[in-house]
């Protein structure tokens, strides 16, 4: 077992490391100016810049609440949406085609009528999250509930459940472990649109980061912002990869 524990921190140490020695020898031998690829080393010096004068750590609390905020609206919206339209078969052949409709549309095309709905600020950047991560919540939880085992509505059924205990007793614990990886993928997703959002229509954030360090010419700033974005990405799916270990979430798959 601490074999195990060990391997799985060692080896992607390894991979990252093997990472940073290509990125500096790329950086010395591409010819490019350091102005244009600076290495790790000038990166780093560059990280310590902002760390210190605390610009790195307010960008990137702007972003994690912008995707706090969208993602936890999605959650509350999605979810009970996507339960009563796996349920309710009527609803669910209603407003299937008006879901495929919406859901490919790319949140980043949502992006000119937000800024004219809600301004420059937090509201657009929200809103956008909320549309990236409220498809694929829905949908995944209107196919999990249709996956249920019918066997759980007849015992309801037999010990004359209400709708509502239905929907907390049977139908949200039993979708569970297929709703936790949508989880997952979404909060991703979210992670993902709300740099491109801080591009526009913000003036904070990891992604005004890049896009102002890229005005300024200062290379080591976006490659600086470029690595925050990955290990808070990481740390975000660390957090939600864990809640797959609650053993009281597991019984809907049995």
């Given at each position: 077992?601490?074999?195990?524990?060990?391997?799985?921190?060692?080896?992607?140490?390894?991979?990252?490391?093997a990472?940073?020695?290509?990125?500096?020898?790329?950086?010395?031998?591409?010819?490019?100016?350091?102005?244009?690829?600076?290495?790790?080393?000038?990166?780093a010096?560059?990280?310590?810049?902002?760390?210190?004068?605390g610009?790195?750590?307010?960008?990137?609390v702007a972003?994690?609440?912008?995707?706090?905020?969208?993602?936890?609206?999605?959650?509350?919206?999605?979810?009970?949406?996507?339960?009563?339209?796996?349920?309710?078969?009527t609803?669910?052949?209603?407003?299937n085609?008006?879901?495929?409709?919406?859901?490919?549309?790319?949140?980043?095309?949502?992006?000119?009528?937000?800024?004219?709905?809600?301004?420059?600020?937090?509201?657009?950047?929200?809103?956008?999250?909320?549309l990236?991560?409220?498809?694929?919540?829905?949908?995944?939880t209107?196919?999990?509930?249709?996956?249920?085992?019918?066997?759980?509505?007849?015992?309801?059924?037999?010990?004359?459940?209400?709708?509502?205990?239905?929907?907390?007793?049977?139908?949200?614990?039993?979708?569970?472990?297929?709703?936790?990886?949508?989880?997952r993928?979404?909060?991703?997703?979210?992670?993902l649109?709300?740099?491109?959002?801080?591009?526009?229509?913000?003036?904070?954030?990891?992604?005004?980061?890049?896009?102002?360090?890229?005005?300024?010419?200062?290379?080591?700033?976006?490659?600086?912002?470029?690595?925050?974005?990955?290990?808070?990405?990481?740390?975000?799916?660390?957090?939600?990869?864990?809640?797959?270990?609650?053993?009281?979430?597991?019984w809907?798959?049995?």
């Amino acid at each position: 077992m601490d074999f195990d524990r060990m391997r799985n921190y060692l080896l992607p140490c390894l991979l990252f490391l093997a990472l940073g020695a290509a990125w500096e020898i790329l950086a010395v031998f591409s010819g490019w100016s350091p102005a244009v690829f600076p290495g790790p080393r000038l990166a780093a010096k560059a990280a310590w810049e902002l760390i210190a004068n605390g610009t790195l750590l307010k960008h990137s609390v702007a972003s994690l609440f912008r995707v706090t905020v969208g993602f936890y609206l999605a959650v509350i919206f999605a979810l009970p949406l996507g339960m009563i339209l796996g349920w309710w078969k009527t609803g669910q052949i209603s407003a299937n085609a008006l879901i495929q409709f919406l859901r490919p549309i790319s949140p980043l095309a949502w992006i000119p009528l937000a800024m004219l709905w809600f301004g420059i600020g937090d509201k657009p950047a929200i809103f956008l999250i909320f549309l990236s991560s409220f498809f694929p919540l829905l949908v995944s939880t209107i196919t999990a509930v249709n996956h249920i085992n019918s066997l759980y509505f007849q015992v309801a059924a037999n010990f004359n459940f209400t709708r509502i205990e239905i929907l907390s007793k049977i139908i949200f614990p039993a979708i569970l472990p297929s709703i936790l990886p949508a989880l997952r993928i979404s909060l991703g997703i979210a992670w993902l649109v709300v740099v491109a959002a801080e591009m526009i229509a913000v003036k904070s954030g990891l992604g005004y980061l890049i896009l102002d360090s890229r005005n300024a010419l200062r290379m080591d700033y976006v490659m600086d912002a470029m690595i925050a974005i990955g290990l808070i990405g990481i740390c975000l799916d660390r957090v939600i990869s864990q809640l797959n270990k609650i053993k009281s979430v597991s019984w809907g798959s049995v």
